[in-house]
T-cell receptor, first 111, second 113 residues
Framework: EDQVTQSPEALRLQEGESSSLNCSYT??????LFWYRQDPGKGPEFLFTLYSAGEEKEKERLKATLTKKESFLHITAPKPEDSATYLC????????????FGGGTRLMVKP | KAGVTQTPRYLIKTRGQQVTLSCSPISGHRSVSWYQQTPGQGLQFLFEYFSETQRNKGNFPGRFSGRQFSNSRSEMNVSTLELGDSALYLC????????????FGPGTRLTVT
């Protein structure tokens, strides 16, 4: 059974204080690891897809990396508008578009 | 390009009733997946439709069902509603079942009283 665990569950940062969110996964035949951002009352917003260990992707203050067992979402010099819940999900071979999600990390950035 | 749309956005139903939720995917997308999001269980996969066929199904009881039309629009139905069905129901669309990202709609907030 696929499993995705995110840590920490909640993270408070001061504006400008860089940090990392962790996503540990167990999946038989990874066919993509996804990061989403979700604001309260809204649907998840796609951020990144990573496919193989060693891959990295960046977007503004966010950088996602992938190893064989975990992924990190690095947030550099965050701003209050980065406050949201960040979700990690995996898709495995022969499972179509079915995603297994982690519980998310709720990020709060104080000015 | 318009995003994924879901209707209605909010719904209040009584235990025992049934409900139908609708999802219109991004134009050109043929795969539609449904997810349930609750504070306790997080985001859980319900089912996926591609070209009017159910391709995958999550671990939910048979009260949860869905279908997809020839224009890729999808509906999900929940019969005999229970209090525990209160949740945010999210629809996600993708061009196909290859290596594609999925884009989520705003969700339908269902409250069962």
């Amino acid at each position: 059974e696929d499993q995705v665990t995110q840590s920490p569950e909640a993270l408070r940062l001061q504006e400008g204080e860089s940090s990392s969110l962790n996503c540990s996964y167990t999946v038989s035949g990874l066919r993509g690891l996804f990061w989403y951002r979700q604001d309260p009352g809204k649907g998840p917003e796609f951020l990144f897809t990573l496919y193989s260990a060693g891959e990295e992707k960046e977007k503004e203050r966010l950088k996602a990396t992938l190893t064989k067992k975990e992924s990190f979402l690095h947030i550099t010099a965050p701003k209050p508008e980065d406050s949201a819940t960040y979700l990690c999900a995996v898709r495995r071979n022969n499972a179509g578009n079915m995603l297994t999600f982690g519980g998310g990390t709720r990020l709060m950035v104080k000015p | 390009k318009a995003g994924v749309t879901q209707t209605p956005r909010y719904l209040i139903k009584t235990r025992g009733q049934q409900v139908t939720l609708s999802c219109s995917p991004i134009s050109g997308h043929r795969s539609v997946s449904w997810y349930q999001q609750t504070p306790g269980q997080g985001l859980q996969f319900l089912f996926e439709y591609f070209s009017e066929t159910q391709r995958n199904k999550g671990n939910f009881p048979g009260r949860f069902s869905g279908r997809q039309f020839s224009n890729s629009r999808s509906e999900m139905n929940v019969s005999t509603l229970e209090l525990g069905d209160s949740a945010l129901y999210l629809c996600a669309s993708s061009p196909g079942t290859g290596v594609y990202e999925q884009y989520f709609g705003p969700g339908t907030r269902l409250t069962v009283t």
